[in-house]
């Protein structure tokens, strides 16, 4: 009797899941809280996590630094009273290092352009501003557009020769006028032509999650619309900030970005997504409709 009992605790008790259980600098990790009864709290990366309740069980989106050194990170949380901690293994993602050429408006716009600039970023602050709130989807995300990429997140990029940056988003290639989807559930918060993304798109997806799609020839959506995972938003073009016609797909989790392909690997219905790997990434796989595409030059996120 006394066994039986003691057994039922155990199986009871709280435990945590890690999605995946390997990342990289700049991933998303899916935190899963498995038999607490209330919302739990909890830290990764020493930031703060915020839960939602998906069935039996509370999740949470962990945004990783891209400077984030690699080692062993600790995940603490604070389920019912019981503390409870699993260790997420972060890998060296080694970023490549990029040399690129843009016009030099760019690099220094004169005073009236620098007005607008500040002016599109307090839009996009506003955007940004949504207040947590569960998931608006259910199932996992997709490519806005699947063909080859011509710039990874994480790219250590140099421009012409003289300011470096890091890129934050993945581009995707392809001719002006191709169809652009949204790469999951949500709900359009800003439309606009920007200086730096020029014609963008951002979608709001709850969870704390936003995808962002730069560089648009045409946009098909209003503010406050809701999409559909695969609804197209608009047309892939050469606004803005860039060297060739592509989409900068950036995606935004708890206020910092993070790299689309580790979003792409969560298999949110089965609350699971494969271990990471260490290095350079590998070219993600194009279908053979879009395969033989030539990338073109990428551009860098503002």
């Known amino acids: 009797m006394l066994a039986s009992l003691v057994a039922t605790l155990l199986l009871a008790a709280p435990a945590v899941e890690l999605a995946p259980p390997v990342a990289r600098p700049g991933d998303a990790v899916l935190v899963r809280v498995i ?43 604070d389920a019912r009273g019981a503390e409870l901690s699993a260790a997420l293994e972060v890998v060296d993602p080694a ?17 009236a352009v620098q007005r607008r600039i500040a002016a599109d970023r307090k839009a996009f602050a506003r955007a940004f501003a949504r ?14 557009r699947r063909a080859a990429t011509s710039g990874r997140y994480g790219d250590q990029r140099t421009f012409n020769g003289e300011r470096a940056s890091v890129h934050y988003g993945l581009d995707v290639t392809g001719p002006v006028g191709a169809a652009i989807a949204a790469a999951n559930d949500g709900e359009v918060v800003l439309v606009r032509d920007a200086y730096m993304s020029g014609q963008t798109v951002v979608l709001w997806h709850g969870a704390a999650v936003f995808t962002t799609y730069f560089h648009l020839s045409r946009v098909d959506v209003k ?3 809701r999409l559909r995972r695969g609804e197209v938003l608009g047309a892939l073009g050469a606004s803005g900030r860039v060297t060739g016609p592509h989409l ?7 206020g ?3 790299d689309p392909e580790s ?5 949110f219905p089965a609350g699971t997504a494969p271990p990471r790997r260490a290095g350079p990434p590998e070219p993600p796989a194009a279908p053979p409709e879009t395969a033989t595409e030539v ?7 503002p």
């Open 263 to 267: 979003i792409l690997g969560i298999d």
């Open 131 to 144: 207040k947590f709130a569960p998931p608006l989807f259910q199932d996992r995300f997709d490519w806005p």
């Open 295 to 301: 990338p073109v030059e990428p551009t860098a996120a």
């Open 248 to 254: 900068h797909w950036g995606v935004k989790v708890n």
């Open 35 to 77: 038999g607490a009864a209330e919302e739990p709290r909890g830290t990764a990366a020493e930031r703060p996590l915020v839960f939602w309740q998906e069935g039996e069980e509370w999740r949470a989106l962990a945004a990783l630094p891209s400077e984030l050194a690699p080692g062993t990170i600790p995940v603490q949380i």
């Open 256 to 258: 910092l970005y993070v």
């Open 95 to 111: 970023f490549p290092v990029r040399t690129l050429t843009v016009a030099k408006k760019f690099l220094a716009p004169p005073a």
């Open 223 to 225: 503010v406050g619309q």
